[in-house]
């Protein structure tokens, strides 16, 4: 069995969320799983156009990383997606292979396919995440199973200890 994980987080190797997909692929490997770990945020991945190539075509025109994580979640068995909460929303970088992938959605490739959901935030806020990884594995054909959320708290620390630099914004007049 193959389980492909997508991180998604600018943070590279300090990631909370990046931490969480690998705690929930070592239990993969436990169980004699072959994984593969994709970081998406060093990848190559521009939006899409609504170009409607892939309606048409069956292929999308943009050559460009998009591709490659395509063809590792095509071949796998299980699929992991995680996000930390950016604005109580997935990352950008995730949202635009969401936006890349309207083949999959309408061929329905990711039948057969296992999804789990992870996410990290400074709140409780996960639910509204979860559910937009979930939803993207269901629309695509898939099943989901399972999905986690861990509350990382530093940050609100530093939020309510600004460090002495912190810019002071007025707020804008409006204009008439
Ligand atoms: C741009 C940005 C937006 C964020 N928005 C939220 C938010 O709306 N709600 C929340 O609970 N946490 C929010 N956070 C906090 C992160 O979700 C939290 O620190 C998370 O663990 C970061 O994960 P990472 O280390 O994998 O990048 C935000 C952080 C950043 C950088």
Redesign the pocket.
């Known amino acids: 069995m193959k389980i492909v994980g997508i991180?998604?987080?600018?943070?590279g190797q300090?990631?909370?969320?990046?931490?969480?997909l690998e705690a929930a692929l070592d239990g993969a490997v436990k169980t004699g799983a072959e994984i593969e770990s994709i970081d998406i945020a060093k990848m190559k991945i521009k939006y899409c156009t609504a170009c409607n190539s892939c309606h048409e075509t069956g292929v999308c025109i943009i050559k460009d990383d998009y591709n490659v994580v395509l063809e590792k979640l095509l071949a796998a068995d299980g699929i992991i997606l995680?996000?930390?909460?950016?604005?109580?929303?997935i990352?950008a970088q995730l949202k635009t292979i969401f936006d890349r992938s309207p083949l999959v959605i309408h061929e329905q490739l990711f039948d057969g396919k296992y999804g789990i959901s992870l996410?990290?935030?400074?709140?409780?806020?996960?639910d509204f995440?979860l559910g937009i990884m979930d939803n993207f594995m269901i629309h695509c054909g898939g099943s989901t199973i399972g999905e986690l959320a861990?509350?990382?708290l530093?940050?609100?620390q530093q939020w309510k200890q600004p460090s002495k630099n912190r810019v002071k914004w007025e707020k804008p007049l409006l204009k008439r």
């Not at 995680?82 to 929303?89: C, G, W």
Request: charged content about 10%.
């Open positions: 991180s998604s987080s600018p943070r300090n990631s909370n969320t990046l931490k969480l995680s996000s930390p909460n950016y604005i109580t929303n990352t996410t990290t935030a400074g709140s409780g806020e996960v995440v861990a509350l990382c530093r940050v609100l």
